[in-house]
């Protein structure tokens, strides 16, 4: 799902209001879920995958300094943030895959991250999957938040999709990373992403939004009014020693 997300920092991409940062051209982050009939991913741990493909492309080096994907990184991250989640099985997913991208693996996800792309000019084999119809489901309720690794809260009052919901984690990853050093960054990275994704209760979600915490606000344009959705706790702690996650395939 498309979602243009803000914080309230003056130098931050994520802004309600207009800025000269409007008026260059727009860019967009594809992602894509494999989704089969037969063998969906669990709700849960595609948000999570999700959030680790941002911080995977985030982090490679080919984003990075003179890399090949390093001009529409930045070109991305210098006006307003856009990120797509679309869906794909079978021959659309093997497509998708010979694309250049990065496929991140969870436990039952499999996510492809792209290089940002202009709003108009998404690659065909990209362009033709649909959007709609990430609705997943967890087959049991997800186990506690891992203690040792941050936690992305949801807004307990939202009922967005799982295309939706993986863009705002994605969004709330990115925010975590943007805290952080270059120190604690590699921390993280060797750690192999390690991160939570729950839904907060009411009081705690209180507790969160009205805190100091790295928060995502939706802008409003595809399935929800404007406002918070996502609370990231614990980015602080991404230099602890962590549970081992799937790698990331290239």
Do not use: C, Y
């Not at 207009?18 to 727009?26: C, G, K």
């Amino acid at each position: 799902m498309s979602s243009d997300d803000l914080t309230p920092a003056d130098d931050s991409p994520f802004r309600d209001e207009p800025t000269v940062r409007d008026e260059a051209r727009q860019f967009v982050l594809p992602l894509v879920v494999h989704i089969e009939k037969a063998a969906p991913p669990a709700r849960t741990d595609a948000l999570e995958t999700s959030a680790r493909a941002v911080l995977t492309i985030l982090s490679d080096e080919r984003s990075l300094g003179d890399g090949i994907w390093a001009r529409a990184m930045r070109d991305w991250q210098d006006a307003r943030i856009r990120k797509v989640v679309r869906r794909a099985r079978g021959a659309e997913w093997r497509r998708a895959e010979a694309l250049p991208g990065i496929t991140v693996t969870g436990r039952s996800a499999e996510v492809r991250v792209f290089p940002p792309v202009p709003l108009d000019g998404w690659p065909k084999d990209l362009a033709r999957l649909q959007v709609s119809g990430t609705d997943l489901e967890d087959p049991e309720p997800p186990a506690p938040a891992d203690p040792a690794a941050p936690v992305l809260w949801l807004n307990p009052e939202l009922d967005m999709s799982a295309g939706k919901t993986m863009a705002q984690t994605g969004h709330g990853a990115q925010l975590a990373w943007w805290e952080l050093s270059e120190k604690e960054r590699i921390a993280w990275r060797e750690a192999g992403f390690a991160l939570s994704v729950r839904t907060a209760d009411p009081a705690r979600w209180s507790e969160l939004s009205a805190s100091e915490l790295p928060l995502v606000r939706d802008a409003g344009f595809t399935e929800i009014a404007p406002g918070l959705t996502v609370a990231v706790e614990g980015h602080d702690r991404v230099g602890a020693p962590a549970k081992s996650v799937p790698d990331a395939a290239v």
